[in-house]
């Protein structure tokens, strides 16, 4: 990705070009992701990833601000997505004054709210003031304890509805998770945004993965929807034995890597 997105060159690849988004947590793997993608996702799910907790409600802004920030530390180059926290959006003058912070605390591009035509005065609040919003409907994984659990969602008219909202509320893009793909591509073909699919099938605008389940990392979460391109888990395993079986038995540090 030869230059940095901005909403206009990202609503204008729909129909052109798929767009491709993976989360980032750190500035390490930001850095290596960066040139690769379109997008880069701060995504609640660190709670889960990074902190190991049952579920992403308990993500606050603060831990947020601070992974967006080491995000943006190492990937200055890529449109960065904040993904607002669970409770940080719950009326209008919270919202803004949270997404205010996301710009005057970080280099986020844009913020990520879940919900449809409910939080539409929210989102046409934030974009009123300035604040580039990407939607996500479907599953929604900050409803997990209310809904009992993650469930595909296949309420297709609802699902409409929700995104032509969005869309006249001013999201510059939305997050379709855990659809079924005929349905996301009649939803995706509703709006004039792109629509970024994460188990919604292939007839959608783009794609995001969690990057720990895409490369093998996340071993306990294998849902239908991740690839895995990577057995990362099982190569960072042999090579940490590896080191460990070398210092046990003396052949680590040999000559060459001491002073
Ligand atoms: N590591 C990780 N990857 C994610 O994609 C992800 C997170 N964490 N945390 C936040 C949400 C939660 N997500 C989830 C979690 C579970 C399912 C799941 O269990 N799906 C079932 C389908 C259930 C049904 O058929 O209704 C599956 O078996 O695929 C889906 C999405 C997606 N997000
Ligand atoms: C699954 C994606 C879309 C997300 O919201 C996250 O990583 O938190
Ligand atoms: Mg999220």
């Known amino acids: 990705m030869a230059k940095k997105h901005t909403i206009d060159t990202i609503k204008a690849a729909k129909n052109s070009e798929k767009l491709v988004m993976i989360t980032a947590y750190d500035a390490l793997f930001a850095k290596l992701f960066s040139p690769l993608v379109d997008m880069i996702l701060v995504g609640d799910s660190l709670n889960m990833i990074f902190a190991a907790k049952p579920d992403t409600l308990s993500a606050s802004m603060e831990q947020m601000l601070y992974h967006t920030q080491a995000v943006c530390a190492g990937a200055p180059e890529s449109f960065t997505i904040f993904d607002m926290p669970y409770g940080s959006y719950t009326n ?4 803004l004054k949270n997404a205010i912070r996301v710009y005057q605390e970080s280099y ?15 989102v046409s609040h934030l974009t009123k003031n300035g604040i580039a919003v990407m939607g996500h409907i479907g599953l929604l994984p900050q409803h997990v304890r209310g809904a009992g659990g993650y469930k595909v969602a296949n309420n297709k008219d609802k699902l409409i509805e929700d995104a032509k909202a969005l869309e006249d509320a001013g999201v510059f893009a939305i997050i379709l998770e855990g659809v079924k793909a005929d349905i996301a591509k009649d939803i995706t073909a509703s709006v004039e945004v792109p629509v970024i699919g994460i188990g919604a099938g ?16 996340f071993e306990d979460f294998k849902p239908k929807f991740v690839k895995r391109y990577l057995n990362g888990a099982k190569l960072v395993k042999e090579a940490v034995a590896a080191y460990a079986q070398e210092v046990k038995n003396g052949r680590f540090p040999t000559k060459d890597y001491s002073y």
């Open 92 to 95: 209008k003058k919270d919202a």
């Open 108 to 122: 986020a591009d844009a913020v990520k709210l879940e919900g449809g035509k409910e939080k539409c005065h929210i």
């Open 202 to 217: 292939k007839d959608v605008d783009g794609q995001v993965l969690v990057w720990s389940d895409m490369l093998g990392f």
